[in-house]
């Protein structure tokens, strides 16, 4: 596998996480070991400071979630550089504490969060307004957790690629999906990279998602592996959950 290789995964939503399909990445990056791992967004999903819902659907509290998504870094840390892009459901711990304590809102930040339980730190990137978004491939290729989600595969990422008129992946839709359009001078491509989180939730009547994650070996060259059932086949190599 190319050492440039970056794979690109996320919404976890710990703790709604679908460990089949987090160990099925976990394979796949030990087979391939690429250079770096774009966590896009939603790892946790901190469902109890949520202003939809304060009903108890999860039994762990948000420590135990917090330790578990830390967890899941340190094995990828192991032959990646890992770089975590903050989502919508990241977001949901600033505007509690705004909301119930703006007091002390300044004194616990998601990166020292996170970074408070790791032995070696890592980048995370911010929202800005309701988007968290990166550069990668020398700026050809935009990685991000948009707050966008029209209703259809691939809808999405055609709406980013026409938006932002560069090679786009887009968490946070839940979808498997490429949307490719070629104007006068280049091909533009987008993509939409899955969940890794339950998707048959206690939560959500038949939600129309799909579970996956994204390899990315330049700014073209981008392969979506969906997870199917606890099963994934990636270059002809089956990996189970």
Same mark, same amino acid.
Request: proline residues 3%; hydrophobic residues 35%.
């Given at each position: 596998?190319?050492?440039?290789?970056?794979?690109? =995964?996320?919404?976890?939503?710990?703790?709604?996480?679908?460990?089949?399909?987090?160990?099925?990445?976990?394979?796949?990056?030990?087979?391939?070991?690429?250079?770096?791992?774009?966590?896009?967004?939603?790892?946790?999903?901190? $469902?109890?400071?949520? =202003?939809?819902?304060?009903?108890?659907?999860?039994?762990?509290?948000?420590?135990?979630?917090? !330790?578990?998504?830390?967890?899941?870094?340190?094995?990828?840390?192991?032959?990646?550089?890992?770089?975590?892009?903050?989502?919508?459901?990241?977001? &949901?711990?600033?505007?509690?504490?705004?909301?119930?304590?703006?007091?002390?809102?300044?004194?616990?930040?998601?990166?020292?969060? $996170?970074?408070?339980?790791?032995?070696?730190?890592?980048?995370?990137?911010?929202?800005?307004? &309701?988007?968290?978004?990166?550069?990668?491939?020398?700026?050809?290729?935009?990685?991000?957790?948009?707050?966008? =989600?029209?209703?259809?595969?691939?809808?999405?990422?055609?709406?980013?690629?026409?938006?932002?008129?560069?090679?786009?992946?887009?968490?946070?839709?839940?979808?498997?999906?490429?949307?490719?359009?070629?104007?006068?001078? !280049?091909?533009?491509?987008?993509? !939409?990279?899955?969940?890794?989180?339950?998707?048959?939730?206690?939560?959500?009547?038949?939600?129309?998602?799909? =579970?996956?994650?994204?390899?990315?070996?330049?700014?073209?060259?981008?392969?979506?592996?969906?997870?199917?059932?606890?099963?994934?086949?990636?270059?002809?190599?089956?990996?189970?959950?």
């Amino acid at each position: 596998m190319n050492t440039i290789t970056t794979l690109i =995964a996320g919404d976890c939503h710990y703790p709604f996480q679908d460990d089949r399909a987090i160990n099925i990445m976990l394979k796949i990056h030990q087979h391939c070991r690429p250079s770096k791992v774009v966590l896009n967004g939603d790892i946790l999903d901190f $469902i109890e400071l949520s =202003a939809f819902t304060r009903d108890k659907l999860a039994d762990k509290p948000i420590k135990e979630s917090i !330790e578990d998504a830390c967890g899941l870094i340190r094995k990828l840390q192991r032959y990646s550089t890992v770089i975590y892009h903050m989502g919508n459901h990241e977001a &949901r711990l600033q505007k509690y504490l705004l909301n119930s304590a703006p007091e002390v809102e300044h004194l616990l930040k998601f990166d020292k969060l $996170i970074n408070a339980e790791l032995d070696v730190p890592i980048e995370i990137i911010e929202n800005i307004g &309701r988007d968290t978004m990166k550069k990668y491939f020398d700026d050809k290729l935009l990685i991000g957790h948009f707050n966008k =989600a029209l209703k259809h595969s691939a809808y999405t990422a055609k709406g980013l690629v026409d938006q932002y008129k560069m090679n786009i992946i887009q968490g946070h839709t839940h979808r498997l999906g490429m949307y490719c359009v070629t104007g006068a001078k !280049e091909t533009f491509i987008g993509v !939409e990279g899955g969940c890794l989180c339950d998707i048959k939730p206690i939560y959500v009547n038949s939600p129309n998602w799909q =579970a996956g994650l994204v390899m990315a070996r330049d700014h073209k060259n981008i392969e979506i592996i969906p997870i199917d059932d606890g099963k994934a086949i990636y270059r002809g190599r089956t990996y189970k959950g």
